[in-house]
């Protein structure tokens, strides 16, 4: 990050590290929602989405059709594009560039390179660098969440289990990791080589998790997310925002179930107004419980 | 010298990053979500967010109404991106139902330089602000169309209204909590001074 002023070179310049984590710090505090279609995607807007995630299935409907799951359809996301004025997100399978590449020659907002699509490549994540589009990846851990910003990604998210209703996962990958930059923090400079071995990540990354006490790019979590409760438990735990995939539109009244998650994500730390916000919201969809998941059914073992 | 106690709304945005500018600025810095937090600050930051996010939360909270009669009332506040938008009598294209706090007399377009990909970094002579150019890092920016008589022009970028002042009420399309540079908070912590909210002296 330069600090010094370009007042030489009044050139705009687009698709700066600042350019792209900064997008994400514009989402803070606030809730990104799954939507198939324009109409959800006006809904989540009404409800006060700060952006929405434009796939075909939602991650329940993956669960259950099984089969490969790939990018969306460019007229399908377009559509969405054009429906509302909030960012448009859409996912790539991990280590599939092309598929990123038509997600930017789209224009969306950001990319997520998802676990919860059908890996592209058993070694390789995509190099995020080489896109103006900034990236928004899953980890499990700090290792992980490291590995990912070390290839370019601007924003990380828990990865939880989508699609299970079931926000165990999620808690689980949000505690470790904050868990792991605590520890960083206790330890002194020799400690952090070490440390940086250990979690498989870049010494530099490494060192700066352990300055800030956080991640040097935004953190949402991710998952499982099906109530207001669980929304506030999330930040609760540290994360800046939240991602809600099958959580509302497999429950019984999107419209205001995504407006309660909305409330209850910003007055997270207020019991009343979560109570309030989890009067009569009708059926929330049917969980899963992960520990009856089988292993090659778990998509949070996707990524590495 | 009185120390000025400067609120960031903190319904949606990067909140966290103008707590940390306004307080490198010499302000006592705290997030505002309710009316009563709102009693308590001499100047208030709009923050970068999703301005139809800020704007639903900020009505359905009741904190709407209360903004609107402290700006009306004389209280400085500084917009940035969202916080812009939120800042202008009118929106050039607004959502349904999208409403604005008001207190410059200016139109705004929403993400009139584009999507994200044309989202971009530059330098900007900001009037007021000594020295070298401010470093504009600009999100899916507003920019501003026209401004009215009492509102004054303090920045432009290839001949696009990106800062403008009314008053108490300063307006940027970009980020400056997002650099480190914190004149533009200095700026603006100064006016917060010279206006100390009726009864803290």
Known sequence: ?304 | MTTPVVGVLALQGDVREHLIALASADALARPVRRPEELAEVDGLVIPGGESTTISKLATLFGVMEPLRARVRGGMPVYGTCAGMIMLADKILDPRSGQETVGGIDMIVRRNAFGRQNESFEAAVDVKGVEGAPVEGVFIRAPWVESVGAQAEVLAEHEGHIVAVRQGNALATSFHPELTGDHRVHALFVEMARGNPRAGSL
């Open chain 1, 1 to 304: 990050m330069s600090t010094t002023p370009s007042t030489s070179n009044p050139t705009p310049e687009t698709g700066t590290a600042r350019v792209k984590r900064g997008m994400a710090e514009q989402l803070k505090g606030g809730v990104i929602m799954d939507v198939v279609n324009a109409e959800q995607a006006k809904i989540a807007e009404d409800a006060g989405a700060v952006a929405v995630m434009a796939l075909e299935r939602v991650p329940a409907d993956i669960r259950k059709d099984g089969g490969v799951a790939r990018m969306s359809d460019p007229n399908m996301i377009e559509e969405i594009i054009e429906a509302v004025s909030i960012p448009v997100m859409a996912k790539s399978r991990i280590g599939h560039f092309v598929e990123a590449q038509v997600l930017q020659s789209l224009g969306v907002d950001y990319i997520d390179e998802s676990e919860v699509l059908t890996p592209a490549d058993e070694v390789n994540h995509s190099d995020k660098f080489a896109f103006t589009t900034p990236f928004v990846c899953g980890a499990t851990n700090l290792g992980e969440a490291l590995r990912r910003i070390a290839e370019g990604a601007a924003m990380i998210r828990s990865k939880g289990e989508a699609g299970t209703g079931n926000v165990v996962e999620a808690v689980r990958h949000l505690r470790q990791i904050k868990n792991e930059i605590a520890k960083l923090r206790g330890y002194d400079n020799n400690e952090l080589y070490a440390a940086a071995k250990e979690l498989r990540a870049p010494y530099e990354l490494v060192k700066e998790t352990a300055e800030l006490g956080k991640l040097p790019v935004v953190l949402f979590s991710a998952g499982g997310v099906a109530t207001p409760a669980d929304a506030a438990l999330m930040r609760q735990l540290g994360a800046e925002g939240v991602f809600v995939g099958s959580g509302i539109f497999k429950s019984g009244d999107p419209a205001k179930r995504a407006a309660a998650i909305v409330k209850a994500t910003t007055f997270y730390d207020d019991p009343k107004i979560i109570a309030d916000a989890s009067r009569n919201l009708g059926e929330a969809m049917v969980g899963i419980n992960c520990d009856t998941l089988p292993e090659t059914e778990r998509y949070a073992n996707r990524g590495w």
